[in-house]
């Protein structure tokens, strides 16, 4: 079992920066496929940001250029920096692991993840 815990949401201007973390447990964490989504308020789950095991990463075209996703595989640990916030980002955070890892477009499906953490809210504001 790999337990998932996310951190680091909170309450935000448009246009300010803001840090997730996660941090998933288990012994091969450098082989995890890890991956963000987000669910706003009465729409899908939805993908934001993608890192495989390797090290590639993919993101939604929305945040493209403004969300970075990196891992730290010394601390067990992926980051989502996210700059120029806005509105529309407003959503809970959920950080997703996939200990068999993986590479590809197919990290972009919630159903390929196999743990997910309880997720924290992100609350932009204007």
């Known amino acids: 079992q790999v337990q998932v815990v996310e951190s680091g949401g909170g309450l935000v201007q448009a246009g300010a920066s803001l840090g997730l973390s996660c941090t998933a447990s288990g012994r091969t964490f450098s082989n995890y496929a890890m991956a963000w989504f987000r669910q706003a308020p009465g729409k899908e789950r939805q993908f934001v940001a993608a890192?495989?095991?390797?090290?590639?990463?993919y993101y939604t075209d929305s945040v493209k250029g403004r969300f970075t996703i990196s891992r730290d595989n010394a601390k067990n640990t992926v980051t989502l920096r996210m700059n120029s916030l806005k509105l529309e980002d407003t959503a809970v955070y959920y950080c997703?692991?996939?200990?068999?890892?993986?590479?590809?477009?197919?990290?972009?499906?919630?159903?390929?993840?196999?743990?997910w953490g309880q997720g924290t809210q992100v609350t932009v504001s204007s």
């Open positions: 997703a692991a996939k200990p068999l890892g993986g590479e590809g477009w197919g990290l972009r499906s919630a159903d390929r993840y196999d743990y």
């Open positions: 890192i495989s095991w390797s090290g590639n990463t």
